[in-house]
Every structure is written in C-alpha cells, then in structure tokens.
C-alpha cells in the first residue's frame, strides 16, 4: 500500500495571491485617496489646486505606483518559488506500515542558490490515536519523530517490507530528531477532511491486520507446543545411539 498525496497548486497559488494583494493594498489605497482629492476640488468646489497640492499628489502617485509594481514584482518571483518548493516538499506518503508527513517551512538564499527547510514527521500508522482537520489545519494525535533540517539531508527511501524508512544520511537513522506526540500541518491539500478519514481508515486497517497477525502467529506457535511426533516420541526429539561394531 503506497500513496502519496500532494498538495493542492490551486489552493496554494490562492493563498500567496492573497497576500499579494493584502501588500500591495497601501498604495491602491493611496491612489483612490488622491482620486477622491482630485474629485471634491474640481468638481465639488469647481476651483483650482494649489500648485504645492499639485506637486504632493504627483510625487505620491509616483510613489504609490512605484511600491505597487515593487509589490507585484518581488511578491510574483517569491510565489513562484515557493510554490514550487511546496510541490516538492510539502506532501503525506502512507508506505506500508509507515506514514511520512512534510512541509516546506522557509527557503533561503545561500550560496548563490536557494536552500529549502521543511518540517518531517516519522510514524507508524498503528501509532495514530486521532486525526481531525479543524480551520484548515490537520492535527494528527501520535507518536512520532520529528525533524526540522534542511530538505536535502532528509531524503529517505521506504524499506522494501514497507515497516520503515532509511535515510540517505545514515547518521539519520539512529540519531537527530526528537520524539512528540502531535502533528499539526496547515492544510494545503485538496480536501483536507476527507484526508484525515483517510488516515484514520489506514490506520484501523494497519491496527487490525496486525493484531491478525499477532493471532495467528499465536495460535501457530500454540500448535507447535502441543504437536507430537508420529511415533509419539516427545517434543524433544533424541536420536538412538548409534552402535560401535569393533573389528
């Protein structure tokens, strides 16, 4: 069983232009503020602006127009590569018997090149106590191990029995990282409720295949116990001794 969910570009790409939109708000209010000047004095009070009035309203259009393409500029080029960081580090992945949560937290530019950092969080499904996503917001209720390292020291590939992960950093596997007991993502996802069922139903599936296989492996070595030999010899099987012919 492997899936991978990532996370919703639409959704995202919403949430930047929002904030977008909330910087550059100052310098539309400005411009709206000089509309209005303009307005009342020519055509309320049919008179003529000052000239100091005219150079204040042309030096704060010229401003507010400059921050504005400022703005739009810087905030497109962050977005986009924000974004495309997110598509790349900020997912869910049930493997097996293990969950893998990411999220892409910060990106800096370092040496002549953009270093990402993400938030990861190890844990197995059977762990899962409780998962709800409130406010756009996943809480997940389990025992887990949490890093929060540069995204390239974290690559990891599954194990092929699905029952853990082995960091391409083998330092990794025994050592960093601390132990909590919940996670709490924002929900970049498509449907973040119908997520956290999901996780939950894996996590009832995982519980209950293994206490299966608890059982049976019970009841065989129950049956190994009480087995006895065709020829009802004991459990603990005694060859005969062999003879010593002497010539």
Same mark, same amino acid.
């Given at each position: 069983?492997?899936? &991978? ?10 949430? !930047? ?24 004095? /020519? ?10 009035? !005219? ?6 259009? !010229?401003? @507010? +127009?400059? *921050? ?10 962050? @977005?986009?590569?924000? /974004? ?16 893998? /949560?990411?999220?892409? /937290? ?6 002549? =090149? ?5 938030? &990861? ?5 059977? #762990? ?41 950093? +083998?330092? *990794? ?5 601390? #132990? ?10 498509? !449907? ?15 519980? #209950? ?18 087995? =006895? ?19």
């Amino acid at each position: 069983m492997k899936k &991978m969910i990532r996370v919703n570009e639409k959704r995202l790409t919403a949430k !930047y232009n929002r904030r977008l939109f909330l910087a550059s708000l100052p310098a539309v209010s400005v411009a709206v503020s000089l509309f209005v000047i303009v307005m009342v004095f /020519v055509v309320r009070l049919n008179a003529e602006m000052p000239a100091e009035m !005219y150079r204040t309203i042309f030096f704060a259009a !010229y401003f @507010s +127009c400059a *921050y504005g393409f400022a703005v739009c500029l810087i905030g497109s080029f962050a @977005s986009g590569i924000l /974004v495309r960081a997110h598509q790349e580090h900020t997912y869910i992945q049930i493997a097996g018997t293990m969950m893998i /949560v990411s999220q892409h /937290v910060r990106a800096v530019y370092n040496d002549h =090149r953009w270093v990402h950092y993400k938030k &990861m969080w190890v844990l197995k499904l059977a #762990d899962v106590e409780k998962v709800e996503c409130i406010r756009g917001q996943l809480t997940i209720t389990a025992r887990a191990r949490y890093f929060n390292e540069n995204a390239d020291w974290l690559g990891y590939s599954v194990t092929e029995d699905g029952n853990g992960i082995a960091f391409d950093r +083998c330092w *990794y596997d025994t050592n960093g990282g601390k #132990d909590v007991s919940v996670i709490e993502i924002t929900d970049f996802y498509t !449907y973040g409720e119908r997520i956290a069922r999901h996780i939950d139903h894996c996590a009832k599936k995982t519980r #209950d295949r293994e206490a299966r296989r608890q059982a049976y492996h019970k009841e065989m070595m129950e049956i190994a116990r009480n087995a =006895r030999h065709p020829k009802k010899r004991p459990d603990r099987y005694q060859p005969e001794k062999q003879r010593s012919f002497r010539r």
